[in-house]
């Protein structure tokens, strides 16, 4: 089978939405620390039933989540939220700081500032804000990202806050920290292009460095989050949502090539075979009865549910469809179960793989003779759980599958860590916005605008050359470290350093730490603090090279909480000038024989020796240079007492 489908035959479109955190000491509508806190000392409970009204909307999905009362818990914690956060006091006047870099960001990107800047509401019906819906202030409209040599153009640029945190979700009781809810978010809306999921990492790539080159974002994991909007020809739109890292977004984007240009292969088959909407769920029964004594687990799971029902539907010209994959694993069937997740069941059966997980043939024909299938051609959907489920999952059902027949519906979907997506929900209509009655508008004068200007951020060619002048950095690991959470750390450290050399702080804080990350280990207990204290320590010769990065795994691995006690958890003890002087001498007189054969030669065999018994007690260029002057010395010795025959120790 083919997996390589070229993005260019297919005209696959990419559009990204870009959510960068900013770091800013306040949120964006109170003073709050823009701070995660691990510890709550406070929870409230609110129910929430959003409204017709509010809504907008008469899709099967959202009618469904509106006829759940939620429960939502609320952790609040005094030095991460207050009363905005609770919606029990209104929103104070935006931040200041979080603006600033907001227009920094949109001049940065050639995009077009408003005169006067309105904050909006958008309603959420998620319980992620306690307001009900979330602030955004649309900044800038316009402009254009060069990657390489395309332009790729900037639709607008928003200021808006973060909702809440999702800490647990039963389907019952769904609970939110308040620590990140109203941390000030840039939003930047980038317009579709055509082009290869190579060139779609690039940009994010080109956008994350012109975004960090501010030095006034966020930086670390979670901290920039993707959403892309992904077509190719002859399907729909499919947005899918939080993608966090790279190398994700590339699989991603393959991965909704090879399904999106599958459920068109899929549709094109249907066509052939005469497959009509007005045919699809044209007969719908009730199968408890016969399902009522199955040996199947699954089944009987499904009928203890509160009202437990099983319902079948007819689905004419499907037969063989349901399975069929024209790539691996990208099926109807699938999709599906996907699908009637949304709706809380575990999944469908479908009658391509029937008989089976324990439903048996006489089972299968008794559902086949209700619902007057006789033709090979012909397929069903069974589903099963509590009855009101059953029937919001089959209404979508029909719905899915009506669309099945043109192939790619319009939907929203997560990205999973293997890359590949999973149904989250229909895609919802463009978001209604209303105005925020709680904060006046916000003048932004061309004055600001002209001395805003001077803060733009330099490009990344000019950074990476300005890091290989001043450090003598090379362009890969200028790269590394601007791309590392440690660049600004980096010109903190290089910059206050008499002996340590720039080009070996940089490799320590990349290459060196993604080494022990790869192990599993945790850099976040690396705070600044303690990363400057081990640097000192090096440029104090208190440490020797090797202790860095040693040190480092100690605090890694949790086996020490202090750059001290790892030390000593390493034997690390300072060795003085006088005892290296003796161990050195020690050295040489032990290995006469090599070095009277090898003479200066003798030096890279001498040094080995010397690092067994010395690393990570002392200095290794130290050891080297001490280690030549001995060894000349004791050359010169020899030569010249050759003629006595004594030895110069
Ligand atoms: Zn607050």
Do not use: W
């Amino acid at each position: 089978m083919d997996l390589t489908i070229d993005p260019v035959a297919i005209n696959l479109k990419v559009g990204m939405e870009i959510h960068q955190q900013l770091a800013t000491n306040g949120k964006l509508f109170c003073s709050c620390r823009s701070k995660e806190t691990e510890k709550y000392d406070k929870t409230f409970v609110r129910k929430l039933r959003p409204t017709q009204s509010e809504l907008g909307s008469y899709d099967p999905a959202v009618l469904f989540e509106s006829k759940k009362m939620r429960t939502i818990k609320y952790y609040a914690s005094r030095t991460s939220s207050c009363l905005v956060e609770a919606d029990e006091e209104p929103p104070h006047d935006v931040d200041g700081e979080s603006l600033e870099i907001a227009l920094i960001i949109s001049l940065a990107l050639h995009s077009d500032i408003g005169d006067e800047l309105h904050v909006m509401r958008k309603i959420v019906i998620d319980g992620s804000n306690t307001s009900g819906f979330q602030r955004t202030i649309l900044v800038a409209n316009g402009g254009y990202l060069d990657v390489d040599k395309k332009r790729v153009r900037v639709q607008s640029i928003c200021l808006e806050e973060d909702a809440a945190k999702l800490i647990s979700d039963n389907g019952k009781i769904r609970e939110y920290g308040l620590d990140r809810l109203g941390v000030p978010l840039v939003e930047i809306a980038l317009e579709p292009v055509t082009c290869t999921p190579e060139e779609v990492m690039l940009i994010a790539l080109t956008l994350g460095r012109l975004l960090r080159a501010s030095k006034r974002v966020a930086r670390g994991l979670g901290s920039i989050r993707q959403d892309v909007n992904i077509s190719i020809d002859d399907g729909a739109v499919v947005e899918v949502k939080g993608v966090q890292q790279l190398d994700q977004l590339v699989k991603v984007i393959r991965y909704e090539m090879l399904r999106q240009h599958g459920l068109i292969i899929i549709a094109q088959k249907l066509t052939d075979r005469k497959a009509v909407e007005k045919e699809i769920g044209d007969r719908i029964e009730d199968v408890t009865e016969i399902l009522a004594k199955s040996s199947s687990k699954v089944v009987i799971n499904s009928l203890q549910e509160n009202n437990g029902i099983f319902k079948a539907m007819r689905v004419r010209h499907f037969g063989g469809m349901m399975g069929f994959e024209p790539y691996p694993d990208i099926r109807i069937g699938k999709q599906l179960s996907e699908l009637v997740r949304f709706y809380g069941l575990g999944g469908i059966f479908h009658s391509d793989e029937l008989p089976g997980y324990g439903i048996n043939v006489e089972e299968v024909q008794a559902i086949k003779n209700k619902l007057r299938i006789d033709a090979e051609m012909d397929a069903f959907v069974l589903v099963g759980g509590a009855s009101y489920k059953v029937d919001f999952a089959i209404e979508a059902i029909i719905q899915r599958l009506k669309i099945a027949l043109n192939g790619v519906p319009p939907e929203t979907r997560a990205p999973t860590l293997e890359g590949k997506t999973v149904f989250s929900r229909p895609r919802p209509g463009a978001a209604r916005m209303y105005p925020e009655t709680d904060i006046s508008s916000i003048p932004v004068s061309s004055s600001r605008i002209t001395s805003l200007s001077e803060k733009v951020p330099k490009t990344m060619d000019e950074i990476l050359n300005s890091l290989t002048n001043k450090y003598g950095l090379n362009k890969k690991l200028a790269e590394q470290i601007f791309d590392s959470n440690y660049f600004n750390i980096f010109e903190e450290i290089a910059g206050s350093m008499k002996e340590v050399r720039p080009t070996f702080i940089a490799s320590k804080l990349t290459e060196d730490l993604i080494s022990l990350e790869r192990q599993g280990l945790d850099s976040a207990v690396l705070t600044d603090e303690i990363i400057i204290d081990v640097f000192k320590r090096l440029d104090n010769g208190m440490i020797a090279k090797e202790g860095v990065i040693s040190i480092f795994e100690k605090l890694m691995k949790k086996e020490a909480k202090t750059v001290e006690e790892a030390k000593s958890a390493l034997g690390i003890t300072s060795i003085s000038d006088q005892e290296l002087e003796i161990i050195i001498e020690q050295i040489l007189r032990e290995n006469r024989a090599i070095i009277i054969e090898k003479q200066l030669g003798a030096v890279g065999i001498l040094m080995g020796k010397s690092m067994v018994l010395l690393r990570g007690r002392a200095d290794g260029h130290k050891i080297n240079s001490m280690l030549r002057k001995k060894l000349e010395y004791f050359l010169m010795k020899d030569n010249s007492s050759a003629a006595r025959t004594s030895t110069p120790f």
